[in-house]
């Protein structure tokens, strides 16, 4: 949401000091792929002359990318990102967004080296991290390689770790707050660490200790991804002590730029496309900031 909101201010800046009319329409598929096929499917009936598409299965893009090519308007897929194969279907597909593989090792080196710089986190000291994970949608790529990268960052690092569990979260923070509650419950005073998939869900491990009345000296260390403005809120407050940076304005004016190239016919010579198909953002460390 955040990301679609950079979109909207760019568009906007761009249409000013461009003379370019930018009309765009920004649809929510709502978690169902039939719809979002539908929606697709009216917009290109419309005319429009580029579609950016946050895909809701990523391994169903078939319906999308059929449409595409038999009408020749090019997608942008951003946020989830197509297996290789898929996007290669047809030379006008595209994908935005970052490397996931990277959010995952830049988390991990930010708890290893909280684990290794604070004592207070190795609660029992026995030397080794006890964590739980909190990871986003099933089958999500980011979901799949954040857990992966992670904790074998932390382990290549030097930290000995112990997995006493996990909860599917679906990137959301209530279910987050319920799951982790389970967790809190399941594991009594046993957990040392949360490494969440994303913010919302690290947020979500945040209201589950307030809700259990843990006093906050007490809680285990949190980690997230993405830090979004919420999530540098609590990085603030020291109630995360770490998260990873997604650049939602590079990505949007990224996506924005490629799109408005595609729709004039121009060179995205200029756009730094890996292998032709490619804008990746790097990711960036956010540990807690001091006086604020």
Same mark, same amino acid.
């Given at each position: 949401?955040?990301?679609?909101?950079?979109?909207?201010?760019?568009?906007?800046?761009?249409?000013?000091?461009?003379?370019?009319? *930018? @009309?765009? +329409?920004?649809?929510?598929?709502?978690?169902?792929?039939?719809?979002?096929?539908?929606?697709? @499917?009216?917009?290109?009936?419309?005319?429009?002359?580029?579609?950016?598409?946050?895909?809701?299965? #990523?391994? %169903?893009?078939?319906? /999308?990318?059929?449409?595409?090519?038999?009408?020749? $308007?090019? *997608?942008?897929?951003?946020? #989830?990102?197509?297996?290789? %194969?898929?996007? +290669?279907?047809?030379?006008?597909?595209?994908?935005?967004?970052?490397?996931?593989?990277?959010?995952?090792?830049?988390?991990?080196? /930010?708890?290893?080296?909280?684990?290794?710089?604070?004592?207070?986190?190795?609660?029992?000291? !026995?030397?080794?991290?006890?964590? $739980? $994970?909190?990871?986003?949608?099933?089958?999500?790529? !980011?979901?799949?390689?954040?857990? +992966?990268?992670?904790?074998?960052? &932390? $382990?290549?690092?030097?930290? +000995?770790?112990?997995?006493?569990?996990?909860?599917?979260?679906?990137?959301? #923070?209530?279910?987050?707050?319920?799951? &982790?509650?389970?967790?809190?419950?399941?594991?009594?005073?046993? *957990?040392?660490?949360?490494?969440?998939?994303?913010?919302?869900?690290?947020?979500?491990?945040?209201?589950?200790?307030?809700?259990?009345? *843990?006093?906050?000296?007490?809680?285990?260390? /949190?980690?997230?991804?993405?830090?979004?403005?919420?999530?540098?809120?609590?990085?603030?407050?020291?109630?995360?002590?770490?998260?990873?940076?997604?650049?939602?304005?590079?990505?949007?004016?990224?996506?924005?730029?490629?799109?408005?190239?595609?729709?004039?016919?121009?060179?995205?010579?200029?756009?730094?496309?890996?292998?032709? @198909?490619?804008? #990746?953002?790097?990711?960036?460390?956010?540990? @807690?900031?001091?006086?604020?």
């Amino acid at each position: 949401s955040e990301l679609m909101t950079e979109f909207t201010e760019y568009a906007a800046d761009k249409e000013e000091s461009s003379g370019v009319a *930018i @009309k765009l +329409e920004i649809l929510d598929a709502s978690q169902s792929q039939l719809t979002q096929n539908e929606q697709v @499917k009216n917009l290109i009936d419309k005319g429009c002359d580029v579609v950016c598409v946050n895909l809701v299965d #990523r391994t %169903e893009p078939t319906t /999308i990318t059929d449409l595409a090519e038999n009408n020749q $308007v090019p *997608i942008i897929f951003f946020n #989830r990102e197509l297996v290789t %194969e898929d996007l +290669e279907r047809w030379s006008e597909l595209y994908y935005v967004g970052a490397d996931a593989s990277q959010s995952g090792v830049l988390e991990g080196e /930010i708890a290893a080296d909280a684990f290794k710089k604070n004592a207070d986190i190795d609660k029992n000291g !026995d030397g080794i991290c006890q964590y $739980v $994970v909190l990871e986003g949608e099933a089958g999500h790529q !980011d979901s799949i390689v954040r857990t +992966e990268y992670s904790v074998n960052t &932390m $382990v290549e690092k030097g930290v +000995e770790t112990e997995k006493l569990g996990y909860a599917i979260a679906n990137w959301n #923070r209530a279910q987050a707050q319920t799951k &982790m509650a389970a967790l809190l419950t399941q594991f009594d005073g046993k *957990i040392e660490m949360i490494i969440a998939n994303n913010d919302d869900m690290a947020l979500g491990a945040v209201d589950a200790l307030k809700e259990a009345e *843990i006093p906050q000296e007490e809680w285990p260390a /949190i980690f997230g991804i993405d830090g979004t403005d919420v999530g540098q809120t609590a990085l603030s407050k020291g109630e995360l002590k770490g998260t990873v940076y997604n650049d939602k304005e590079g990505q949007a004016q990224a996506m924005l730029s490629l799109a408005m190239q595609l729709a004039a016919g121009g060179s995205l010579e200029d756009l730094n496309l890996q292998d032709g @198909k490619y804008i #990746r953002l790097p990711y960036k460390k956010m540990e @807690k900031i001091e006086g604020k």
